[in-house]
């Protein structure tokens, strides 16, 4: 199996950018499709970005697109999640998750692994 840990998060102001990263471990990297998702406190866990295998297929949530970037590094076996232009309806913990799946999926229970996640704060 694979093991995610995620860093980066923080409290940023609205309109500021962040980087999330995710370190993978365990098994070969490459073998997942990758993913951040997010949960705010009273609400449902939500896709935010997938990328796929080999990093050259991403896909975003709509409340995202223009604003974030997924990427990943396969060599450093690390996902990244480039957030610009920062909204206060970003505030959430952002977890990253893997699946074995070529492209991934915007639905939590495709993933078979998840990290603990990173909080992200925008305030206004």
């Known amino acids: 199996q694979v093991q995610l840990v995620e860093s980066g998060g923080g409290l940023v102001q609205a309109g500021g950018s962040l980087r999330l990263s995710c370190a993978a471990s365990?098994?070969?990297?490459?073998?997942?499709?990758v993913a951040w998702f997010r949960q705010a406190p009273g609400k449902e866990r939500e896709f935010a970005a997938a990328?796929?295998?080999?990093?050259?297929?991403?896909n975003y949530a709509d409340s995202v697109k223009g604003r974030f970037t997924i990427s990943r590094d396969n060599a450093k076996n690390t996902m990244y999640l480039q957030m610009n232009s920062l909204k206060p309806e970003d505030t959430a913990k952002y977890y990253c998750?893997?699946?074995?799946?070529?492209?991934?999926?915007?639905?939590?229970?495709?993933?078979?692994?998840w990290g603990q996640g990173t909080q992200v704060t925008v305030s206004s």
């Open positions: 998750a893997a699946t074995t799946a070529y492209l991934g999926s915007f639905l939590p229970r495709e993933y078979n692994y």
């Open positions: 365990g098994r070969t990297f490459s073998n997942y499709a």
């Open positions: 990328i796929s295998r080999n990093g050259w297929i991403p």
